[in-house]
């Protein structure tokens, strides 16, 4: 206990001291005393705890012994490769070799082909004009009909509007 932090008070450090004497008959007023304070009675029972267990003695090499000692216990058995003959083995060996091929046959005979569903093509991507140059400079167009007169401008543009739907009467 370190004392040197907080000093107990008086009446604790008699009972305490006779308790280190004799933690069974601590005597009269002691045993007063450790009815009241619980901190005291702890202490006591710590101590009588330390009495009561003394160390446990072994005898020398127990532990090292010990696993022979449980092994001498178990039944005796043959290792599994002595009571198999070669024969088996082999057996063994050879159904496993046709489990193992008939699974990889198995597995190559039922493949699926891979196929790549495609959307059939809308018509206007098929008829895209592919110009003769490759490489036309499409500025030339725009400065033609830059360069047209107000009168051809408003043929062109009659010719590129859709005529107008006639309602049937």
Same mark, same amino acid.
């Given at each position: 206990?370190?004392?040197?932090?907080?000093?107990?008070?008086?009446?604790?450090?008699?009972?305490?001291?006779?308790?280190?004497?004799?933690? /069974?008959?601590?005597?009269?007023?002691?045993?007063? $005393?450790?009815?009241?304070?619980?901190?005291? !009675?702890?202490?006591?029972?710590?101590?009588?705890?330390?009495?009561? #267990?003394?160390?446990?003695?072994? @005898? +020398?090499?127990?532990? #090292?012994?010990?696993?022979? &000692?449980?092994?001498?216990? /178990?039944?005796? &058995?043959?290792?599994?490769?002595?009571? *198999?003959?070669?024969?088996?083995?082999?057996? !063994? +060996?050879?159904?496993?070799?046709?489990?193992? !091929?008939?699974?990889?046959?198995?597995?190559?005979?039922? &493949?699926?082909?891979?196929?790549?569903?495609?959307?059939?093509?809308?018509? %206007?991507?098929?008829?895209?004009?592919?110009?003769?140059?490759?490489? $036309?400079? &499409?500025? %030339? %167009?725009?400065?033609?009909?830059?360069?047209? #007169?107000?009168?051809? *401008?408003?043929?062109? /543009?009659?010719?590129?509007? @859709?005529?107008? @739907?006639?309602?049937?009467?």
């Amino acid at each position: 206990m370190n004392l040197e932090f907080l000093p107990p008070p008086e009446a604790c450090a008699t009972a305490l001291a006779a308790v280190q004497a004799d933690p /069974l008959e601590p005597g009269a007023e002691a045993e007063a $005393h450790l009815k009241v304070c619980r901190a005291c !009675a702890e202490t006591r029972v710590f101590y009588l705890a330390q009495e009561e #267990s003394p160390e446990v003695l072994v @005898p +020398a090499g127990y532990f #090292s012994q010990l696993p022979d &000692r449980i092994l001498r216990k /178990l039944p005796a &058995r043959t290792a599994l490769h002595r009571r *198999m003959g070669p024969l088996a083995w082999a057996t !063994a +060996a050879g159904v496993l070799m046709a489990v193992g !091929a008939g699974a990889f046959l198995a597995g190559r005979a039922n &493949r699926t082909p891979y196929v790549e569903a495609t959307l059939p093509r809308p018509a %206007e991507t098929l008829e895209i004009p592919v110009p003769d140059t490759p490489f $036309h400079d &499409r500025e %030339e %167009e725009a400065a033609q009909v830059q360069a047209l #007169s107000p009168d051809e *401008m408003k043929a062109l /543009l009659k010719r590129l509007d @859709p005529p107008a @739907p006639t309602s049937p009467r």
